[in-house]
T-cell receptor, first 111, second 116 residues
Framework: QKEVEQNSGPLSVPEGAIASLNCTYS??????FFWYRQYSGKSPELIMF????GDKEDGRFTAQLNKASQYVSLLIRDSQPSDSATYLC???????????FGTGTRLQVTL | DVKVTQSSRYLVKRTGEKVFLECVQD?????MFWYRQDPGLGLRLIYF???????EKGDIPEGYSVSREKKERFSLILESASTNQTSMYLC???????????????FGNGTRLTVT
C-alpha cells in the first residue's frame, strides 16, 4: 500500500510565527506533490504544488521537497488565525490520474 | 471558476437502501472522482472516471458502483447501504487525464451521509 503520512496534530503556533507542516511518502515513484487546505466543514482547496527537489515559494507559503529522503514540507510564514485549518499532503501514485492523500495535520494559529 | 456541485449536503438513509450521490461539474473536465473522508483515515479514492462510460476502481471500491452517462455528471451508487458507509463523500474533477498544477483536483462541497 502506497502511503503518505502526516502527523495529525494539532500543531499550535502563535500568530506571526512560522508553521512547519511535514509529510513523508513511501512510493519512490511519486513525482508530484500537492498541499491542500481544508477548513472545518469545507472541501479541500489547492494551495501549493511541487515536483522538483528544493523549495518553491508562493507568497507566505513555501513547499519543500526532498526526494532522496521522501519528505515534503509546507512552511507558512507570518501565520495568521485565518490559516487555522487542516492541511492535506497528497502525492501522485505513478498513475497520473490518482493521488494518495495523507490524513492531514490540523493547524491552530493562536492570538 | 470551476464549479463542482454535489446534489445533497446532508443525507440520512437506512441500512439496505440503495443510495445515489450525484455530482455535476460545469467546466467540461475529463476526469471525475469520488472520495470518502473519515477521521484518522483521510481521503480515500473510491472510483474515478476519465471519460464518459469509463470507470476505474480506486482504493476502496467495495460496496460502491458508479455511473458516468454524460461528461458533466458522475454518480456514486451504494447498492445496499451499510452503517460502515457513514462518511463524508467528496466529488472532484480535473481538466486533464494527469493531475498537475495546471489541472488540479477541484472538489465539491461534500455530502455527509449517515446510514442508520
Amino acid at each position: 500500500q502506497k502511503e503518505v503520512e502526516q502527523n495529525s496534530g494539532p500543531l499550535s503556533v502563535p500568530e506571526g510565527a512560522i508553521a512547519s507542516l511535514n509529510c513523508t511518502y513511501s512510493d519512490r515513484g511519486s513525482q508530484s506533490f500537492f498541499w491542500y487546505r481544508q477548513y472545518s466543514g469545507k472541501s479541500p482547496e489547492l494551495i501549493m504544488f511541487i515536483y522538483s527537489n528544493g523549495d518553491k515559494e508562493d507568497g507566505r507559503f513555501t513547499a519543500q521537497l526532498n526526494k532522496a529522503s521522501q519528505y515534503v514540507s509546507l512552511l507558512i510564514r507570518d501565520s495568521q488565525p485565518s490559516d487555522s485549518a487542516t492541511y492535506l499532503c497528497a502525492g501522485d501514485t505513478g498513475t497520473a490520474s490518482k493521488l494518495t492523500f495523507g490524513t492531514g495535520t490540523r493547524l491552530q494559529v493562536t492570538l | 471558476d470551476v464549479k463542482v456541485t454535489q446534489s445533497s449536503r446532508y443525507l440520512v438513509k437506512r441500512t439496505g437502501e440503495k443510495v445515489f450521490l450525484e455530482c455535476v461539474q460545469d467546466m467540461d473536465h475529463e476526469n471525475m472522482f469520488w472520495y470518502r473522508q473519515d477521521p484518522g483515515l483521510g481521503l480515500r479514492l473510491i472510483y474515478f472516471s476519465y471519460d464518459v462510460k469509463m470507470k476505474e476502481k480506486g482504493d476502496i471500491p467495495e460496496g460502491y458502483s458508479v455511473s458516468r452517462e454524460k461528461k458533466e455528471r458522475f454518480s456514486l451508487i451504494l447498492e445496499s447501504a451499510s452503517t460502515n458507509q457513514t462518511s463524508m463523500y467528496l466529488c472532484a474533477s480535473s481538466a486533464d487525464r494527469g493531475i498537475t498544477y495546471n489541472s488540479p483536483l477541484h472538489f465539491g462541497n461534500g455530502t455527509r451521509l449517515t446510514v442508520t
